[in-house]
């Protein structure tokens, strides 16, 4: 079984930033991507950025230049920087991970993490 732990949540004023990360445990032969993915009280969980294994970066519009993905392949990581937040930022983050473990192929999520931005 592969378990993925976040941490790094919390409350923020507008401007402020904060840092995620997302370590993943387990017998694990290898990730592809990884990503963080965001669900605001009352609205659909959207991705907001995803790396893959060798560091290509992708990001929704709203949060490019304030953003940044990244991971540390050696300890099965990855972050997201958050810079100049603001309260649409507010939302519960998930991270996620395409794993290759003994059983095969498959998605995992986090168990998400709070941030919360205020005006």
């Known amino acids: 079984q592969v378990h993925l732990l976040e941490s790094g949540g919390g409350l923020v004023q507008t401007g402020g930033s904060l840092r995620l990360s997302c370590a993943a445990s387990?017998?694990?032969?290898?990730?592809?991507?990884m990503g963080w993915y965001r669900q605001p009280p009352g609205k659909e969980r959207e991705l907001v950025a995803g790396i893959s294994s060798g560091g290509s970066t992708n990001y929704v519009d709203s949060v490019k230049g304030r953003f940044t993905i990244s991971r540390d392949n050696a300890k099965n990581t990855v972050y997201l920087q958050m810079n100049s937040l603001k309260p649409e930022d507010t939302a519960v983050y998930y991270c996620?991970?395409?794993?290759?473990?003994?059983?095969?192929?498959?998605?995992?999520w986090g168990q998400g993490t709070q941030v919360t931005v205020s005006s």
């Open positions: 996620n991970a395409d794993v290759i473990t003994i059983g095969g192929r498959r998605y995992y």
């Open positions: 387990g017998i694990i032969f290898s990730i592809n991507s």
